[in-house]
Nanobody, 122 residues
């Protein structure tokens, strides 16, 4: 059974940093795109960043230059380094994965984690 488990969320001040981690298990993810989404209260789930097995990255415009996604294929882990945090980054962050090409549309994800809460205070 596929499992995605996020960790690393918490409280940070504006301008600070947090690092999220997603551990994937249950299969080999070498052909899968690993993706981070987030959902703020009262808002729809939105794409944050994605990384392919080869290491090709895609970022939402809102986080470009501040967040960095990386993955360790040997450990089936994806990291999201979040720097220069803003209060508008406050959300539950979800790790998700799909086979094939990168997409920013959450409805195409095959598997989801349960999420980790990130709160950024001003």
């Amino acid at each position: 059974q596929v499992q995605l488990v996020e960790s690393g969320g918490g409280l940070a001040q504006a301008g600070g940093s947090l690092r999220l981690s997603c551990a994937a298990s249950g299969r080999t993810f070498s052909s899968y795109v690993l993706t981070w989404f987030r959902q703020a209260p009262g808002k729809e789930r939105e794409f944050v960043a994605a990384i392919t097995w080869k290491g090709d990255n895609t970022y939402a415009d809102s986080v470009k230059g501040r967040f960095t996604i990386s993955r360790d294929n040997a450990k089936n882990t994806v990291l999201l380094q979040m720097d220069s945090l803003k209060p508008e980054d406050t959300a539950v962050y979800y790790c998700a994965t799909k086979l094939g090409r990168t997409t920013a549309d959450p409805k195409y994800m095959d598997y989801w984690g349960k999420g980790t809460l990130v709160t950024v205070s001003s």
